[in-house]
């Protein structure tokens, strides 16, 4: 019998023998095999693994997953960290603490999801060693680390993460926003916020930000901020972010939602905004090429929406939009197509703006010397002076 096939097959007699096997024994060469095809197996053939593992175990086999702790997968950690506690319960804490102080990154990452089970104060005598984990390179350690200090609502981490969003370096910052968002800390989502509208990794802490607090949640109690978080998430797929984020945020009822129910000047900009790119995935197959089915029917479904959105209702709202403090300025420059209205913005304070709309004059071979003489008046910067010149 093939045991990895009927581990992760549909016969009930093939893959409970499986299991009994590749626990009892333990197999650890069929587990690095499952570890190694993690990337290719459908998400719920590795929870029925995950539970048929799980169903496999008992009282005299379980701590045999300690064997399988040197090939780490987020598909199994928190299986293995459920059986674990729950037939070895505190009588592991010290064989699972030394395992995280002297083992490898996935040893390490086993058993962090492991401690994270543990009620708050069992740990104090490694928390130091947490939270150095919690900066790891390895993701999977680095992550299982902050959910650990965030059962353990490990205050110093939390602070020292919070301080951090105040650095002067962005990939500094877009590393607390990480941490932040992994911890759970929802109390920091308007400083996270604030971070993402001035940094260049905007569209990075974007992604992040549903991880935090739900998209749907976030429109109810912010509706500008969550539509401000939209935009940079649809202007980042699929350079940055995957298309199948589309499923992962449920992009296609947001949508809906906004055009039918919450019309407003920003949520016509994000809409305007998803129209061009979702047009634009399914135009050029190589962005959909690796995706699954599923994140191309979504795709499509996207577009088929937008077939029936009225696009000159939603470019006429865009103009409540052109003003130095709009959070949403820079994105609706790219969709207003009267000069007039793109002219009145030269007065800005704002020279990033200021050479926006200049290039986006230029791009529409709309662009005079008077133009450009308007917007030097406010224009400080060596820098963009320079390119402003060359234009």
């Given at each position: 019998m093939d045991l990895f096939k009927a581990l992760t097959g549909k016969n009930p007699a093939e893959y409970e023998q499986a299991a009994k096997i590749l626990v009892d024994t333990p197999d650890i060469e069929l587990f690095k095999k499952l570890v190694k095809q993690d990337d290719f197996l459908f998400d719920f053939i590795?929870?029925?693994?995950?539970?048929?593992?799980?169903?496999?175990?008992?009282?005299?086999?379980?701590?045999?997953?300690?064997?399988?702790?040197?090939?780490y997968s987020p598909s199994y950690d928190n299986t293995f960290a459920e059986i674990l506690f729950e037939h070895g319960g505190e009588s592991l804490i010290?064989?699972?603490?030394?395992?995280?102080?002297?083992?490898?990154?996935?040893?390490?990452?086993?058993?962090?999801?492991?401690?994270?089970?543990?009620?708050?104060?069992?740990?104090?005598?490694?928390?130091?060693?947490?939270r150095a984990a919690a900066k790891s390179e390895d993701e999977y350690v680095s992550n299982n680390a902050i959910e650990v200090l965030s059962v353990n609502d490990d205050r110093a981490s939390k602070e020292e993460a919070t301080d951090q969003l105040k650095s002067d370096d962005e990939f500094?910052?877009?590393?607390?926003?990480?941490?932040?968002?992994?911890?759970?800390?929802?109390?920091?989502?308007?400083?996270?916020?604030?971070?993402?509208?001035?940094?260049?990794?905007?569209?990075?802490?974007?992604?992040?930000?549903?991880f935090l607090v739900a998209l749907e949640t976030l429109l109810e109690k912010d509706f500008e901020l969550a539509v401000l978080?939209?935009?940079?998430?649809?202007?980042?797929?699929?350079?940055?972010?995957?298309?199948?984020?589309?499923?992962?945020?449920?992009?296609?009822?947001?949508f809906e939602n906004l055009y039918y129910h919450n019309l407003t000047s920003s949520s016509a900009l994000?809409?305007?905004?998803?129209?061009?790119?979702?047009?634009?995935?399914?135009?050029?197959?190589?962005?959909?090429?690796?995706?699954?089915?599923?994140?191309?029917?979504?795709i499509s479904n996207i577009n088929k929406f937008f077939k029936g959105v009225n696009v000159n209702k939603l470019n006429s709202l865009l103009y409540d939009e052109l003003y130095d403090e709009s959070d949403f300025v820079f994105f609706a420059v790219d969709y207003i197509n009267d000069i007039e209205e793109l002219e009145t913005l030269l007065d800005s304070s704002n020279q990033t703006l200021l050479l926006k709309v200049l290039t986006t004059l230029k791009e529409k071979q709309a662009l005079t010397q008077a133009h450009k003489e308007q917007a030097l008046k406010h224009i400080t910067s060596e820098d963009i002076k320079r390119i402003v010149e060359v234009l």
């Open positions: 590795k929870s029925n693994v995950a539970k048929r593992i799980k169903n496999a175990c008992n009282k005299n086999n379980y701590a045999n997953l300690l064997k399988f702790f040197d090939y010290p064989q699972i603490k030394d395992l995280f102080k002297t083992g490898n990154d996935s040893t390490k990452a086993y058993a962090l999801k492991v401690l994270s089970q543990l009620p708050k104060g069992n740990l104090d005598d490694i928390m130091p060693q947490i500094e910052q877009y590393k607390a926003v990480k941490f932040l968002v992994t911890y759970g800390a929802k109390d920091c989502l308007q400083s996270i916020v604030n971070v993402m509208k001035k940094s260049s990794l905007s569209e990075n802490i974007a992604a992040e930000i549903p978080v939209l935009c940079n998430i649809v202007n980042a797929i699929p350079e940055i972010i995957q298309p199948a984020a589309a499923i992962d945020y449920n992009l296609l009822e947001i994000l809409l305007r905004m998803a129209k061009e790119q979702f047009a634009t995935l399914e135009e050029n197959e190589e962005y959909l090429f690796d995706c699954d089915k599923n994140t191309k029917d979504e």
